[in-house]
């Protein structure tokens, strides 16, 4: 393939030019500059191949709203995943969604820009331990958290997310069951058993970027920004979610800010999603926290227009294994 030169011209600047503003000085204009041909060229490829680009709330600023078609939580990209008509998806998140993707899709090209890009949650667990849970409590239902690889949710019952996981477990509860299996985050299960009467046996695994939140740090953040919104993430421990003022996905806290533009908040979940809000809520003054997702921050511009340039890489699934999974994520789509 011939390298391509991306220069910064006249036609670039007053393409990206709107893009820019909006961003309202993330960037300065020299770093601009080395952004905006990517942008660019990244646009311009995806229609030429009707390709679509579903781009996760913890995408950087440049990603979210420079080349982002379809933004949200793994809801949302799981929802619109399986509306498209696109020939091509570029998963621009990690690669359990991008494999969400591909259940849902099976017959389009679904590619992610690198596929290092995983996750401590759906690395935690296998299909063999949801088999050896399911055998230690038989007839009770597995809840698998979407960030988990196909085959063990070709094992699970229901997926769920973070937005809808006390309407699943409520749903299975009202289905008869008053016990279920949830995996594979402690900390969700934890949250979603606070708020409902069905048993839940919970697995041990954790995100390494929200289990580092503490209640000390909300109460250090309310000490020095006096009367600052505290809004979690449900794979915070439940301490954390006590001494926050909401907690929701990453889609309902951008939502809560929207609606009621606090004149501080803070966001106790990953960095690059407190950028965007920003950049969306001007009058809203956003404290960040600094915690990055090394998985997430995987993903860049370069990485993104050479995966449109080669096709690849693309996510593939087993196809006995696909209509299996499918199942799960469909029930979840179902109660949602
Ligand atoms: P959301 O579904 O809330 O976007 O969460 C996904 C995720 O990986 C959070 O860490
Ligand atoms: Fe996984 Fe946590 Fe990163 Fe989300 S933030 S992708 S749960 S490691």
Redesign the pocket.
């Known amino acids: 393939m011939q390298a391509q030169k991306l220069d910064y011209t006249d036609e670039v600047a007053e393409a990206t030019g709107e893009i820019y503003r909006r961003l309202g000085g993330q960037y300065t204009p020299e770093h601009w500059k080395t952004l905006a041909p990517y942008i660019y060229e990244i646009n311009r490829l995806k229609k030429e191949k009707n390709a679509v680009i579903l781009a ?1 709330n ?1 995408m950087t600023p440049d990603i979210f709203y420079g080349v982002g078609d379809i933004t949200g939580d793994s809801l949302k990209l799981a929802q619109e995943a399986a509306k498209t008509d696109a020939d091509i998806i570029i998963q621009c ?2 690669h ?2 991008a494999e969400t993707s591909k259940i849902l899709c099976p017959d389009k090209k679904v590619i992610i820009p690198d596929m290092e ?6 690395e935690s667990i296998t299909a063999e331990d949801i088999r050896a849970l399911k055998a230690k409590h038989p007839g009770v239902p597995v809840v698998s958290y979407v ?1 988990t690889s196909a085959d063990v949710k070709a094992e699970t019952d229901v997926c769920c997310t973070s937005s809808n996981a006390v309407k699943i477990v409520e749903a299975l509860g009202r289905e008869g069951h008053d016990t279920v299996i949830m995996t594979p ?1 402690r900390f969700l299960a934890q949250n979603v058993a606070a708020q409902t009467n069905v048993n839940i046996i919970y697995w041990e695994g954790v ?4 289990e580092r939140f503490t209640a000390g740090d909300v109460r250090e953040i309310r000490k020095q920004h006096k009367g600052a919104v505290v809004l979690a ?1 449900p ?1 915070c421990p439940p301490e954390v979610m006590e001494e926050a003022d909401y907690a929701g996905s990453t889609s309902q806290m951008d939502n809560y800010i929207k609606k009621h533009q606090p004149e501080t908040a803070v966001l106790m ?2 960095c690059s999603m407190s950028d965007n809000i920003a950049a969306s809520n001007p009058d809203v003054h956003m404290i960040g926290t600094c ?1 990055l ?4 921050k995987r993903i860049s511009l370069p990485k993104i227009l050479k995966s449109l340039q080669t096709e690849g890489p693309e996510v593939r699934i087993d196809p006995d294994m696909a209509i299996r999974a499918r199942r799960s994520v469909e029930r979840m789509l179902e109660l949602s």
């Open positions: 996760h913890y998140g990690v359990f969604m890009a995983g996750c401590s949650l759906a960030n985050d995100c390494i970027v929200h993430h794979e979940t990953e915690q997702c090394p998985y997430m």
